[in-house]
């Protein structure tokens, strides 16, 4: 039941963030009445939905009857208020917006095989969909960086970077790979690869961070151009975007890109060998199906055997936090 009807829960925190609440309380306590007004909501709404997010433990409630004031719990002020740095509501407001309603055909694309998304009926692909609207481009970027803030920290500072000088990470959107590992490994230089539209906004989210000295951002066309050649090349959820051919594809260019002794990093939500554990990694693999059709998630063996193919020497996988792992193959 917890499950079947885990949906309730999922979309009163996803409307609660598309609405902006925790960011109104990051401004200070309200009450009910205040929040409702605030938001634009009908009278419907309070208390009901703002004791639902006190039980869920996503916001704080300091009284009993209507001139007790909510506020939000440690937590969602840090990661769901728009204005803290560590915003990571990017990827759950995309939630809202793309996947929960894609998520609703999810029978439909186990029959047919197909993408369930904007690319349904025909037309441009993901990426070139998501960027041809400014805001889609922003808001998809926004969620890249969300959900991989966190993965991106533990590898800057868990990977020994002693042996290497330079980065490549193909795919790196707003460039924070790069940026979170130039700033935890002083001695690296980073470049962050991605489409022209992309390496826009990298170029200023660099220059923003302060290291625009060490990080420099290009445009690439990864199945086009060869990766720019590094001592560690990096992939952030690119690999399991695609079908198992142009996975290999990109897993040769990345090796052709390395000097010997050089490292090719996936981070990914790796699943486990026995795939019966790592269950986000196995839904992510369902929302490749939602999003791609043939594109797919895998494990840290089949990492090892495609690898191995191309000529990697060796493999490892290295955990990073929840559900995500870097895998690394060395030449
Ligand atoms: C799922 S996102 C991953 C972003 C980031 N690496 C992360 O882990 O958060 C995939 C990225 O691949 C980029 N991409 C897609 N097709 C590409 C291509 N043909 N050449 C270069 N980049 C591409 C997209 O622009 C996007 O930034």
């Given amino acids: 039941m917890e499950v079947g009807m885990a949906f309730w829960p999922a979309r009163t925190l996803l409307t609660a963030i598309k609405l902006g609440l925790f960011t109104e309380l990051g401004s200070g306590k309200k009450t009910g009445k205040e929040l409702q007004n605030a938001l634009g909501l009908h009278d419907r709404s309070n208390p009901d939905f703002f004791d639902t997010l006190v039980a869920l433990k996503f916001l704080e409630r300091d009284d009993e009857g209507e001139s007790s004031k909510y506020s939000n719990t440690p937590e969602t002020a840090i990661f769901l208020d728009r204005n803290s740095p560590s915003f990571v509501g990017g990827f759950l407001e995309m939630a809202h917006d793309r996947l929960y309603p894609f998520w609703g055909d999810l029978h439909e694309a186990l029959r047919t095989g197909k993408p369930q998304n904007e690319t349904k009926h025909g037309g441009a692909g993901v990426f070139e969909e998501l960027y041809s609207k400014p805001e889609r481009l922003e808001q998809f970027m926004d969620a890249m960086a969300g959900i991989s803030a966190g993965n991106f920290q533990a590898f800057a500072e868990k990977f020994d970077f002693s042996p290497y000088k330079t980065l490549t990470d193909v795919g790196g959107a707003t460039g924070l790979l790069s940026t979170l590992v130039a700033k935890a490994n002083p001695h690296m230089t980073c470049t962050s690869t991605d489409l022209p539209q992309a390496t826009e906004i990298a170029i200023h989210k660099i220059a923003a961070a302060g290291v625009a000295d060490r990080v420099k951002a290009e445009p690439i066309d990864f199945f086009r151009d060869e990766i720019k050649p590094a001592d560690v090349v990096t992939m952030g959820m690119i690999l399991h975007d ?62 090892d055997r495609w690898c191995r193919e191309v000529g990697f020497k060796r493999t490892e996988v290295i955990h990073l936090a929840g559900p995500a792992s870097a895998a690394v193959a060395y030449k």
């Fill in 242 to 303: 695609w079908n198992l051919e142009k996975k290999m594809i990109l897993i040769r260019k990345a090796y052709d890109a390395l000097p010997e002794g050089g490292a090719f990093v996936a981070i990914e939500n790796i699943i486990d060998d026995a795939r019966r554990e790592n269950a986000f990694g196995l839904m992510m693999s369902l929302n490749m199906l939602i999003e791609f059709g043939e594109a797919f998630d895998f494990t840290g063996a089949d990492f």
